[in-house]
């Protein structure tokens, strides 16, 4: 079995929305990124990158290359959901952190459980998804931006536990 964690942080600039979980929030503000910016999915792909010893989401998609400008993280973390697949891995489970001010995640928590499932082609009930604000401490606090961390938990080989279903 393997654990990784991955942690991303996206200051606030111009925009009328944020994406978190692959789901498009109303927001006053924008994320300054070169993808679409979703904190969730960046440390979630780190995380998953990370428990198998594949370095970090700059290396697979680097902000250097234009093919990524603006680019959907979901299509990061179904590459990462296939690097898994492929290297002889089971997701177990995640969790993830979502950590801002605002804006408030708790009525799109369950889509981004789905979005990420889904693109992992894993149960909804391995993933979770929670929130919290920094209570007005720091940059985030401050409300100039947002951050994720996440962990996830990997086990190599026994079909038995595929697909999330680990202990079940």
């Known amino acids: 079995m393997r654990?990784?964690?991955?942690?991303?942080?996206?200051?606030?600039?111009?925009?009328?929305h944020v994406t978190l979980g692959?789901?498009?929030?109303?927001?006053?503000?924008?994320?300054?990124?070169h993808s679409d910016g979703d904190v969730a999915l960046h440390a979630l792909c780190d995380a998953l990158l990370g428990a198998m010893a594949l370095g970090d989401i700059g290396e697979h998609f680097p902000d250097s290359d234009p093919r990524w400008k603006g680019a959907d993280s979901r299509r990061f973390l179904r590459h990462c959901g296939a690097l898994v697949q492929e290297q002889g891995w089971r997701f177990v489970n995640a969790d993830l952190t979502i950590l801002a001010q605002v804006p408030r995640v708790g009525p799109h928590r369950l889509l981004m459980r789905q979005n990420i499932a889904d693109d992992l082609g894993v149960r909804i009930d391995c993933?979770?998804?929670?929130?919290?604000?920094?209570e007005e401490l720091g940059a985030l606090g401050r409300g100039e931006g947002l951050a994720c961390q996440a962990i996830v938990l990997l086990a190599y080989g026994d079909n038995a536990h595929q697909n999330g279903h680990y202990g079940h």
């Open 22 to 33: 692959g789901v498009r929030i109303a927001h006053t503000r924008g994320v300054i990124a």
């Open 127 to 134: 993933i979770n998804v929670k929130a919290t604000t920094t």
């Open 3 to 16: 654990v990784g964690i991955g942690y991303d942080v996206h200051a606030y600039g111009d925009g009328d």
